[in-house]
């Protein structure tokens, strides 16, 4: 998986589509992008009215990067054992696989701990606030299709002040990368209890348990009409990076969940699904075109009407095999509701749903091809005077 | 056929006159705006100067033939240069007793009435609590009155149009519209062609429309109800090629020269909202211009992507009311911290909450000025009349790109839907925008990203995509050049100081306040912003026509201040500030100036007259005079 690209070969392999997003771009390295201004004097010579072009990909690195490239300066001030720093050395990690320009990434967020990310990936970044982030990153991957545009976001942040972005991001397919940090509290508030939280969980602001009946942000983001769903683990390097490049290379809103440990206020908070004594009861790692099975084998998902659930051994019915790309939202929604949501059984991990459905920037982008195509360039002058005008002489 | 103009053969005497103010009234779904808009439109292509305003409910479609529903569209022409809409009707078109009701109080006696008699049916009038027909009761006598069966007339010359009855009556603006083209004697070619080209998929529509026009003019043609026309003559207006618009549309393309004449694409953020959503919808036309429009599930998604789209090297712009300025807040602050341009229109509408939608009112200006947390200073701009949105949109932006700033743009109810005569202006013409945008240096450097420009005091703008250059950047303090997290207290108030005198700065860039003061002998000086400046200069011209000395001076940047303000107020015993709102710009006149500034307060959803501000102004030069007398005895 990791020599995938931002072209999507691996969506492209499966159903044929990705490729066909993204036409004959491949590989065209246009430092100016779309809108001519991302070049150093890109805005010099006022242009008047821009020739929108078709969309490109990000451009391609033209050596190597490595590792190093992408670590800041920046004293990280996480606190220490947080699970964050897993995810930032997988997120740098995978940087350099993706072969884009580093000055072509940018990284955005909100507010909360996860969103202090920006400012240690050596590329551009945003860290803005809170909740908002989506929108912040819609403006600029429409405006710009040439960067590789990543959300970094938290269960409060994209789930409770930013819920109504999350979801419109989703349901318009913006060309965005959101990690979602999931650790089931607020850190940097100094833990109250979050949107994802148990019911019944004692916190800070519920000190005799938390009434509130909690998000599944898969579920959630499948009613919004997610293209591109996973759920990983802080822990799991190499599962994390795997569902990470798969998400780099999705064309459109990719949202992955990540399970995050907030040694602090909340940990241990996934144990059940990180120790190894006793993951592979729980954990189901899911494998386009494999049986829905736990890591231990021991059960399966047996069943075809209705919701799904775990049968053991014994059960006669075979095994539901995964299909990531089936077009109805079913399939993953069951899969993203399967986990015990108390005692983590079950829990399904990996990409749940990779889609291909137009994005919205290069729908409007096409918009404005096709007008640049049917009017022409835009003429000011022409603009200004329009039908209707008389003049008056002398004076 | 089409767009032939009708022969003239005009029977009745013509009267000369230098202006008039009619007004058109009628239920909401009546077409009263298009009758006004049309009306305009023949006005204009005339060569009369002239003002509008529309005055419409905020339902879209109030039962019929309630006063709620009513819907009005006044226009001021004339032989010379006006400056407002006109404070009072010499002409009301009332199309029903609702319409006649809402408007009545504000036509002066001696006015001309046109009324609909058809709807004047004892259902409709019980609707609007007149017991009997204001008709027959002697309570219009001393008023003009043409009793016109307008609807039943529009039906008869509709006869061998293959139309039901109700479509039929829909045409009766139409019939209107004639009858009043041929009593100002207007031109009737362009309204024939403006039909043609509206229904041109519908050649029946367009062919009832087009008769009963005909017919509404034929009739004042024939008719003896009408003892004269009238004729106000083309005004002397400067040279040039002239079209007529409205705020709105003047800002949408003031955005757009502004997003040619920088060369960067112009992206608006924005969720519909009265009274800017115009704005979005003209944007929404012109793709073939590099605009993109975003319709965002909120107002801080609209902010929020635009910003997004700044930081890419985009013009970014919002618009929206107030309400949504409300929600905008936080990000504007964001956007201050961030030094990057941003432009936000404030289409002000009447407030608090949700207030009066389609209502006019100057009350944000402090919302514009104070609304964030912390020390958050953002420059504002604000147009005076419909036409100069164009040129407020485009000084907005230079205040933006020069200075990596957000921009309010206060423009108003009053200004968005109003329109005037707009002198074209030549595109060469207009500012040059162009921005650098900042470069790796050349012997390696670091990039600092919050190094400041020393005239400007801006920040460079570093888009992504320039290699070399990549920063993060955010709303936590952050260090003076390096622009890293940074809590130091010396560096925060350093960094405070240091967006202030920025904004400060903007001032070095904007012309000295002009003061209009003919005779260099007033003591009263009137200080306008924004929308009251048809009706302050208005009323300034009563005064002096009466003899009047009143000096008047208008703000086109309200943050900062042009740097000869103070200047200019304390050469002047008194200083009004007419706005409509409870004293925002007299309140930081006061706190800034120490100048005993009085205001002239109204907050009516309506634009001042000028006749009410003559009176204000010459009991201010009264009072003057009495202290005057007082210190020379």
């Known amino acids: 998986m990791l020599e995938t690209s931002v072209n999507g070969t691996a969506n492209g392999a499966v159903n044929g589509s990705a490729n066909g997003v993204n036409g004959s771009?491949?590989?065209?390295?246009?430092?100016?992008?779309?809108?001519?201004?991302?070049?150093?004097?890109?805005?010099?010579?006022?242009?008047?009215?821009?020739?929108?072009?078709?969309?490109?990909?990000?451009?391609?690195?033209?050596?190597?990067?490595?590792?190093?490239?992408?670590?800041?300066?920046?004293?990280?001030?996480?606190?220490?054992?947080?699970?964050?720093?897993?995810?930032?050395?997988?997120?740098?990690?995978?940087?350099?696989?993706?072969?884009?320009?580093?000055?072509?990434?940018?990284?955005?967020?909100?507010?909360?701990?996860?969103?202090?990310?920006?400012?240690?990936?050596?590329?551009?970044?945003?860290?803005?606030?809170?909740?908002?982030?989506?929108?912040?990153?819609?403006?600029?991957?429409?405006t710009r299709p040439d960067l590789s545009v990543w959300v970094v976001t938290g269960d409060g942040d994209a789930l409770s002040i930013g819920g109504n972005h999350l979801i419109h991001a989703l349901r318009r397919n913006v060309n965005l990368k959101i990690l979602l940090f999931n650790n089931r509290i607020y850190g940097l508030t100094k833990g109250q209890y979050s949107p994802t939280s148990?019911?019944?969980?004692?916190?800070?602001?519920?000190?005799?348990?938390?009434?509130?009946?909690?998000?599944?942000?898969?579920?959630?983001?499948?009613?919004?009409?997610?293209?591109?769903?996973?759920?990983?683990?802080?822990?799991?390097?190499?599962?994390?990076?795997?569902?990470?490049?798969?998400?780099?290379?999705?064309?459109?809103?990719?949202?992955?969940?990540?399970?995050?440990?907030?040694?602090?206020?909340?940990?241990?908070?996934?144990?059940?699904?990180?120790?190894?004594?006793?993951?592979?009861?729980?954990?189901?790692?899911?494998?386009?075109?494999?049986?829905?099975?736990?890591?231990?084998?021991?059960?399966?998902?047996?069943?075809?009407?209705?919701?799904?659930?775990?049968?053991?051994?014994?059960?006669?019915?075979?095994?539901?095999?995964?299909?990531?790309?089936?077009?109805?939202?079913?399939?993953?929604?069951?899969?993203?509701?399967?986990?015990?949501?108390?005692?983590?059984?079950?829990?399904?991990?990996?990409?749940?749903?990779?889609?291909?459905?137009?994005?919205?920037?290069?729908?409007?982008?096409?918009?404005?091809?096709?007008?640049?195509?049917?009017?022409?360039?835009?003429?000011?002058?022409?603009?200004?005077?329009?039908?209707?005008?008389?003049?008056?002489?002398?004076? | 056929?089409?767009?032939?103009?009708?022969?003239?053969?005009?029977?009745?005497?013509?009267?000369?006159?230098?202006?008039?103010?009619?007004?058109?009234?009628?239920?909401?779904?009546?077409?009263?705006?298009?009758?006004?808009?049309?009306?305009?439109?023949?006005?204009?292509?005339?060569?009369?100067?002239?003002?509008?305003?529309?005055?419409?409910?905020?339902?879209?479609?109030?039962?019929?033939?309630?006063?709620?529903?009513?819907?009005?569209?006044?226009?001021?022409?004339?032989?010379?240069?006006?400056?407002?809409?006109?404070?009072?009707?010499?002409?009301?078109?009332?199309?029903?007793?609702?319409?006649?009701?809402?408007?009545?109080?504000?036509?002066p006696r001696g006015a001309t009435i046109i009324v609909n008699t058809d709807e004047f049916t004892p259902r409709a009038l019980t609707k609007v609590g007149y017991a009997a027909s204001p008709l027959e009761t002697g309570e219009l006598d001393a008023y003009r009155v043409h009793a016109v069966a307008l609807t039943s007339s529009t039906v008869k010359a509709l006869e061998g149009h293959a139309l039901t009855r109700k479509e039929a009556e829909r045409a009766k603006n139409m019939y209107a519209l004639g009858l009043l083209s041929w009593l100002y004697n207007r031109p009737t070619e362009r309204t024939l062609q403006f039909l043609e080209r509206k229904f041109a998929g519908r050649p029946q529509i367009a062919a009832a429309n087009r008769t009963a026009f005909l017919a509404g003019w034929s009739f004042g043609e024939t008719t003896e109800e009408f003892a004269v026309s009238y004729e106000v003559a083309p005004a002397a207006l400067p040279g040039g090629r002239y079209r007529n618009i409205s705020g709105n549309l003047a800002l949408a393309y003031g955005l757009i020269a502004a997003s040619q004449r920088s060369g960067l694409p112009l992206f608006l953020g924005s969720y519909p909202i009265t009274p800017a959503s115009d704005i979005l919808h003209e944007l929404s036309?012109?793709?073939?211009?590099?605009?993109?429009?975003?319709?965002?599930?909120?107002?801080?998604?609209?902010?929020?992507?635009?910003?997004?789209?700044?930081?890419?090297?985009?013009?970014?712009?919002?618009?929206?009311?107030g309400p949504g300025v409300a929600l905008k807040s936080e990000t504007v602050g964001l956007a201050v911290s961030l030094e990057l341009p941003l432009i936000i229109c404030d289409i002000q509408r009447g407030g608090p909450s949700t207030g009066l939608p389609t209502k006019t009112e100057q009350a944000d200006l402090l919302q514009a000025m104070f609304g964030r947390n912390g020390e958050a200073p953002v420059p504002i701009v604000a147009p005076r009349s419909p036409a100069d949105c164009f040129d407020a949109a485009l000084e907005a932006a230079r205040i933006a790109l020069t200075y990596r700033t957000p921009v309010f743009l206060l423009s108003d109810g009053y200004l968005a839907n109003g329109s005037e005569p707009w002198r074209i202006p030549d595109v060469e013409s207009l500012p040059d925008l162009r921005v650098q945008f900042a470069v790796p240096s050349e012997d390696g450097e670091p990039?600092?990203?919050?190094?400041?420009?020393?005239?400007?005091?801006?920040?460079?703008?570093?888009?992504?995509?320039?290699?070399?250059?990549?920063?993060?950047?955010?709303?936590?303090?952050?260090?003076?050049?390096?622009?890293?997290?940074?809590?130091?207290?010396?560096?925060?108030?350093?960094?405070?100081?240091?967006?202030?005198?920025?904004?400060?700065?903007?001032?070095?860039?904007?012309a000295p306040l002009d003061v209009d003061d003919p005779g260099g002998d007033a003591r009263v000086l009137v200080l306008g912003w924004g929308s009251t400046f048809g009706p302050v200069a208005a009323a300034c011209r009563k005064v002096r026509a009466r003899g009047g000395a009143v000096a008047h001076a208008h703000l086109r940047h309200l943050n900062p201040f042009p740097r000869n303000l103070g200047e200019v107020l304390r050469g002047y015993e008194k200083v009004l500030i007419p706005e409509m709102n409870l004293g925002q710009l007299a309140l930081l006149i006061r706190a800034k100036y120490l100048v005993d500034a009085v205001g002239y307060n109204k907050v009516r959803g309506l634009p001042f007259t000028s006749a009410e501000l003559t009176e204000v102004i010459q009991g201010l030069i009264g009072d003057t005079a009495a202290v005057k007398g007082l210190g020379d005895a």
Request: aromatic residues 6%; glycine residues 10%.
């Open chain 2, 1 to 107: 056929m089409a767009g032939e103009a009708i022969e003239d053969k005009r029977a009745a005497p013509v009267e000369r006159i230098g202006s008039v103010v009619i007004r058109i009234a009628g239920d909401s779904g009546d077409g009263m705006q298009l009758t006004g808009d049309r009306f305009t439109a023949e006005t204009a292509a005339y060569g009369n100067d002239l003002s509008t305003l529309p005055n419409f409910p905020a339902e879209i479609r109030a039962p019929a033939g309630t006063l709620p529903g009513v819907s009005a569209f006044q226009l001021h022409f004339a032989d010379h240069d006006i400056l407002t809409p006109g404070d009072a009707p010499d002409v009301l078109v009332a199309m029903n007793p609702a319409a006649l009701k809402a408007n009545l109080k504000d036509v």
């Open chain 1, 198 to 395: 148990e019911q019944g969980k004692i916190t800070k602001s519920t000190p005799v348990g938390s009434p509130d009946t909690p998000f599944n942000p898969l579920s959630l983001a499948l009613g919004a009409e997610a293209g591109f769903l996973a759920r990983s683990i802080d822990s799991d390097r190499k599962h994390l990076t795997e569902v990470l490049a798969a998400a780099a290379a999705h064309q459109g809103t990719a949202l992955v969940e990540i399970y995050q440990n907030c040694n602090i206020f909340n940990d241990g908070a996934f144990d059940p699904v990180k120790d190894p004594a006793t993951r592979d009861a729980r954990l189901i790692r899911l494998a386009h075109g494999q049986p829905v099975l736990t890591g231990d084998g021991r059960k399966a998902v047996r069943t075809d009407t209705g919701g799904y659930a775990l049968a053991p051994e014994s059960d006669p019915r075979p095994a539901v095999v995964h299909d990531a790309h089936v077009s109805g939202p079913e399939h993953a929604f069951a899969l993203s509701r399967l986990a015990d949501p108390t005692t983590l059984d079950a829990t399904a991990i990996g990409i749940l749903r990779d889609i291909q459905r137009p994005t919205y920037d290069q729908t409007l982008n096409r918009q404005l091809e096709q007008a640049h195509d049917q009017h022409g360039r835009g003429d000011l002058t022409a603009l200004l005077a329009g039908n209707d005008t008389w003049s008056i002489t002398g004076n």
């Open chain 2, 447 to 510: 990039f600092l990203p919050y190094q400041r420009d020393p005239e400007t005091l801006a920040r460079p703008w570093a888009v992504p995509g320039t290699a070399g250059l990549e920063h993060r950047i955010g709303g936590i303090e952050k260090a003076d050049g390096t622009g890293e997290i940074s809590y130091d207290p010396a560096n925060h108030d350093l960094m405070v100081r240091a967006r202030a005198a920025k904004v400060e700065r903007v001032a070095d860039t904007v």
């Open chain 1, 25 to 142: 771009a491949n590989g065209v390295d246009t430092a100016n992008g779309v809108n001519g201004t991302s070049g150093a004097n890109g805005a010099n010579g006022a242009a008047p009215g821009r020739v929108p072009v078709p969309v490109p990909p990000s451009p391609r690195a033209a050596l190597p990067l490595t590792v190093k490239d992408f670590k800041t300066d920046q004293e990280v001030r996480w606190c220490p054992g947080c699970g964050d720093y897993a995810i930032l050395a997988a997120v740098q990690g995978l940087m350099p696989t993706l072969g884009i320009k580093r000055e072509n990434l940018v990284f955005i967020s909100g507010i909360g701990c996860s969103s202090r990310f920006p400012y240690y990936m050596n590329t551009y970044g945003m860290h803005s606030i809170h909740g908002r982030a989506p929108t912040i990153a819609t403006g600029l991957a429409v």
């Open chain 2, 285 to 321: 036309k012109h793709k073939n211009f590099g605009v993109r429009t975003f319709q965002a599930e909120d107002e801080i998604a609209g902010i929020g992507a635009a910003l997004g789209a700044a930081f890419g090297g985009a013009l970014g712009v919002t618009t929206t009311s």
